[in-house]
């Protein structure tokens, strides 16, 4: 009919279904078109700049973490290989005829590795001074807050503290072993009398440098007595108190070398061995030993008083202070 034909002329043509799939490159290539003009879009460039990051972090932060590891550990072995070329040298132009090369005396700590003389003499000084630190904190902590708080008490026993923590420790031991033999318990009273003055003093110091405005703010609002002590007192202390730790520790094994070293318990430690050294004349010996004291020393700073540190003064602030 004309009518039809006019309005299907009007229509435009029809695409009749042939009965075959579409081609897949023309398919293709509009999902492609489609893919590239949304691509332009600000939420795609920002979640690929956002994935971008997530892949470069994990690198960042360990190449940072590295730096930072490398920047605390080059200083120290920067000072022991000086050390250790100074040493080689003195040996080399025979400075001292008994002077051991430093391959000898890491011969010596081979050696006693391999015949199992190291590790028991190791352990045992490390279990003394660890009992000993252990119960010097818990008798030295509450006696410095005692001495802050009754000042009576303070103004005797203060000097005490302060005189015995001034005497060496080779002063104490003969004291240690004719009052109890030699024996453990001799050797555990040299530590307790090395590391409880030390922390006493140092709690109480620290104490005393708390502002007094701090304590009265906290009194006024109602933080009397325990709560005080406990909410203000010992957190507005709390660096003070670990750099008393930090030094009745090192108090506490400087006295169990010497305690080791004069006293014959039945166990041996470390301290025996310098003492054997000695008595044998073997120089490589005693450096052997000493050099073992020094780095159980380190490695007791370096790892646990002076993370604790970095910590403490971290959460007051003083990232600076503490190292980063």
Known sequence: MPATDTEDSRRGPRHEPSGFPEPPGQ???RTAGRTAGGAGGPDDSDEMASG????????????????RLLAKAAPPLAAVALVLALWQTAYALNWSATLPSPAAVWGELAGAWSDGTLLPALGH????????????AAIGVPLGLLLTRMAPLRTVLGPILSAVQSLPAAALVPVAVIALGNSESAVYAVV???????????VTTAVDQIPPLLLRAGRSMGAGGLRGAVHILVPAALPGFVAALRQGWTFGWRALMTAELITATPLPGIG??????RQGGELSLVLASVVLILAVGV?????????VERRVLRSRGLASAAGR
Do not use: K
Request: hydrophobic share 55%; aromatic share 4%; net charge negative.
């Open 125 to 136: 000084s490390l279990l003394r001074c660890l009992v000993g630190f252990a119960a010097s």
């Open 192 to 202: 307790l009398l090395g590391a409880v003055p030390s922390i006493a003093v140092g």
């Open 52 to 67: 971008l990051d997530a892949l470069e972090s994990p690198v960042s932060a360990t190449a940072a973490t590295s730096r």
């Open 299 to 307: 490695l007791v700073e370096s790892a646990l008083f002076s993370p």
């Open 272 to 277: 025996r061995m310098l003492d054997a050294g």
């Open 27 to 29: 398919d293709i290539g």
